[in-house]
């Protein structure tokens, strides 16, 4: 597209970019059409009638959005190289940043920036990929059946993982097994369009979901595997076999070793080498609060406030549990978006906590407030409650796991502490 770029947002608007006019439940991007115009947009696409007649460079469609998601999808089509898709239920940034990692070891690549997966994201995504790539890669978000399905046709992967399936977004897709039928919506697109899946043999809901489909390129401990890769220990950091050759990895968590096996796999499947691919994810580093580990004073801290689901939940308290240090605490918030389960849901993972861990354990925000807990377990309403009592006490020489849903910001946790 030259040097022309898409934007949906004026303050981020730079010369020659075409402005599409987006609504959500409280804008209306036809509103600032007019700046877009002032401000170097070389076009706007808007659907508003009323404001049409302000100027020749306003383009008037039915709808913005479904213009920006076509336009998005016939760019894809003019794009020669493979496009790398994946969802999952946790851990999709943290892969697609490694497998973005170990393909730009060899190759020219871009990916999704950040978390823009959703319906507006993936087009963005695929609009700024450039005909002089290698590789693209998309990652693709979904809350809800039938998301996933109707991405996948926009972007067109050639090639598909997903990381895992989780107790992510339980109440839009309805429980457990909506949310394995709804991320499964990408093994049906590549399915039905031939194309090759990624797939962790290890992971046994992942096999059964593929059924007998045969274009696979498969990873695992398995010597019949594709790529034989091996998890040695994660204490904290995940260190892991592959082939003959020990990566030592930057990320915290046994749950990480998915997410970086199938990076190591995809690097293997485009001929990437062994050395290429080992300094690749051993010199990636997490950040924006996804299983960090920060020094803060005397203390040690796990932060992994980025979101969190019952899974996701599991797997850090699983992986705290096994660390060996002695003086740990404990700072659980909220789970989001669980919607009837959220009750039982909250309860599993205190009773969980609870049997594994004898004190220093807050838990924050009001659905683990309502749950039923031992009487040396904190609880605390709101995080000003916890301020409140965290103030007047002092933590040190500590390992501290700090997790919780986006909204609950518990990376506020560490300017008290």
Known sequence: MGNQSICTDTRKLKKNDIYFALKGENFDGNKFAKTALDNGASYCIIDDTSIKSLSDKFILVKNTLEALQKLANHHRKQLTYPIIGLTGSNGKTTTKELIYNVLSSNYKVKATKGNLNNHIGVPLTLLSFTEDLDF???EIGANHQKEIEFLSAIAEPDFGLITNF????LEGFEGIVGVIKGKSELYDYLKAHKKT?????DDKTQVKQIGNYKKLSTFGSGRDNN???TFISANPFVYLSYEDVVIKSQLIGSYNYSNIAVAAAIGK????????IKQSIETYKPDNNRSEIKQLKSNEIIMDAYNANPTSMLAALNNFKQLEVKNK???LGDMFELGKSSSKEHQAIVDFTESHFDENIYLIGENF???RTKKNTLKFS???DLNEVLENKSIKDAMILIKGSRGMALERILDIL
Do not use: R, W
Not at 269 to 276: E, G, H, R, W
């Open 227 to 229: 790529c034989t890769l």
């Open 369 to 371: 407030y309502a749950t």
């Open 166 to 169: 989780g107790k992510a977004h």
């Open 269 to 276: 499947y485009f001929n990437v080498s062994k050395n290429d």
């Open 382 to 384: 709101s995080f000003q």
């Open 136 to 138: 693209g890669i998309v």
């Open 197 to 201: 899946i990624f797939i962790n043999k």
């Open 329 to 331: 605490f404990l700072f």
